[in-house]
């Protein structure tokens, strides 16, 4: 079977990758094996929210009605999907949109791992909002929001602490229009990882992120919010963190001391 037949969010029909029902999303060729077609439409379902993070999706079967495919095929996406964390499979309960909240995903961004123990060992991070404030982005900031220089964006600073240990200091870069009321008494009173509030009260789910990695020295005001003496070589990970469609969402730079923690990183 070569073209899907597939109900839009507004009901009209959509046939194939060419059809309306992808239009929105990224472009699929029509050679493309027929479960990534699937996966194509699951995905705008997922960035139109019809299926809001924690929420059930539609059983297998459901979907290969809906899709006129095999449930084989609808299968196959959904494992592609779990496998990128944006379901989650639950044993005899059925499949659910991942949410940030859950521990699985929150340390999927989360790299730093104690010498001793894993991420889970230490508990949650303790967390210090520094600054939250309005400002216009600078050239660089812009060209990794892919805004306009000078744009309105939300500027964050925070530390971070393991065992009351200040551990890393990031600053954040969030394009203000989608993150419209965030101040930094929601991020201080908001009990859980700032993605799942993002994806929660904002309507943003960050799906993937790339970094760049190397090591720096901190400066003065660097090395009082992270209680370091001057000289200490701290890595400094730039990341920028990508919603549906790779739109880019927040621009994040990390300086992490590492003395007692290492950066890890699993390569598949």
């Known amino acids: 079977m070569s073209a899907i037949t597939a109900p839009t969010s507004d009901g009209a029909?959509?046939?194939g990758v060419d059809s309306n029902a992808v239009a929105n999303g990224p472009l699929t060729p029509a050679f493309s094996p027929l479960y990534q077609q699937i996966k194509v439409l699951i995905l705008q379902s997922l960035?139109?929210?019809?299926?809001?993070p924690s929420s059930a999706i539609p059983s297998e079967m459901e979907l290969a009605n809906r899709y006129k495919v095999s449930q084989g095929t609808v299968?196959?996406?959904i494992d592609e999907l779990a496998s990128e964390n944006l379901l989650v499979r639950r044993q005899g309960k059925g499949t659910f949109v991942a949410?940030?909240?859950e521990r699985q995903v929150q340390y999927r961004f989360l790299k730093l791992v104690p010498d001793s123990g894993d991420a889970n060992s230490e508990g949650p991070a303790q967390r210090r909002i520094v600054d939250c404030r309005r400002s216009r982005a600078q050239a660089d900031v812009a060209r990794g929001l892919a805004?306009?220089?000078g744009d309105a964006v939300l500027q964050v600073r925070r530390v971070l602490s393991f065992a009351s240990i200040a551990t890393i200091l990031e600053d954040l870069w969030?394009?203000?229009t989608p993150f419209k009321g965030l101040t930094a008494e929601r991020l201080t009173d908001y009990d859980g990882p700032m993605y799942a509030l993002f994806e929660t009260e904002f309507g943003v789910r960050m799906v993937r992120a790339e970094e760049k990695i190397r090591a720096v020295l901190p400066d003065t005001e660097q090395c009082v919010l992270l209680n370091t003496p001057?000289?200490?070589p701290l890595l400094s990970v730039e990341r920028i963190a990508?919603?549906?469609n790779d739109a880019p969402m927040e621009m994040r730079r990390g300086l992490y001391l590492t003395d007692k923690h290492y950066y890890r990183n699993a390569l598949n």
């Open 47 to 52: 960035q139109s929210r019809e299926w809001k």
């Open 174 to 176: 969030l394009p203000a």
């Open 242 to 244: 990508y919603t549906y």
């Open 75 to 77: 299968r196959k996406a």
């Open 230 to 232: 001057p000289n200490t």
């Open 99 to 101: 949410t940030h909240a």
């Open 147 to 149: 805004i306009r220089t």
């Open 13 to 15: 029909n959509a046939t």
